[in-house]
Every structure is written in C-alpha cells, then in structure tokens.
C-alpha cells in the first residue's frame, strides 16, 4: 500500500470507514481539488491505490497525488465505496445520485 506523509483532516479518523489507512495515496485530479468539481468516478485499482476523479478529464497533467483521507474529506461520500474491492471502479451521473459499481475490465484498467 503506497502512502503520503502523514497529517491531519478536519473529520474524526475514529469513524474512518476504509480498512485502508487515511493517508493512503489517491490519485485525483487538479479539478477536483483546486476547482472543487464533484467526485463522480472512482477507482480501487488492482495495486490498492485510489483513483477519486471527476470524469471530464484524462489529461495527466491534470492528475495529482492525495491522500484518500482529503478524499474523503473533500467528499465523505466517498466512504460508501469503502469495501468495494481492489480492481473495480464506481460512477454517479451527478452528487445526488447514488454509487453505480462494476469490476473494471483489463483492457480499461485505469479509472
């Protein structure tokens, strides 16, 4: 399991619901974190490490390494998708609907 340096968030880690620790490394993009675009795509890829997107972008200069407890914060929705197993992915149309999940296929293995 990749990780980033340790530090703190804003929400209480007792009732952190991934078994994956809170500074797990997560890819996510500069729209979501810097733009505040909605989490609408996520990846539990098959290394363990988390993929939190927005979908409207595959540019990889647009991509940047948090950790999955700033996910979280960003999104505690999130938190729905905490047992989804490692090489499956999830989507929603808009923050308001629910989490869709399927495994994610090996000819699409990123997000």
């Not at 989490?39 to 647009?62: A, F, M, N, Y």
């Not at 999130?78 to 989507?91: E, F, S, V, Y």
Request: aromatic share 10%; charged share 25%; proline share 5%.
């Amino acid at each position: 399991m990749n990780t980033v340096s340790a530090h703190g968030h804003t929400f209480d880690e007792s009732a952190w619901p991934f078994a994956d620790p809170v500074n797990a490394l997560a890819i996510a993009t500069k729209r979501v974190f810097y733009e505040r675009f909605p989490i609408l795509l996520v990846s539990h890829d098959s290394d363990g490490d988390w993929q939190v997107l927005c979908g409207t972008s595959t540019d990889g200069e647009q991509a940047m390494v948090v950790c999955l407890g700033c996910a979280y914060e960003r999104d505690n929705t999130i938190g729905q998708l905490a047992d989804m197993p490692r090489g499956w992915r999830a989507w929603r149309a808009d923050v308001n609907s629910p989490w869709e999940r399927e495994p994610k296929d090996s000819e699409n293995a990123d997000a």
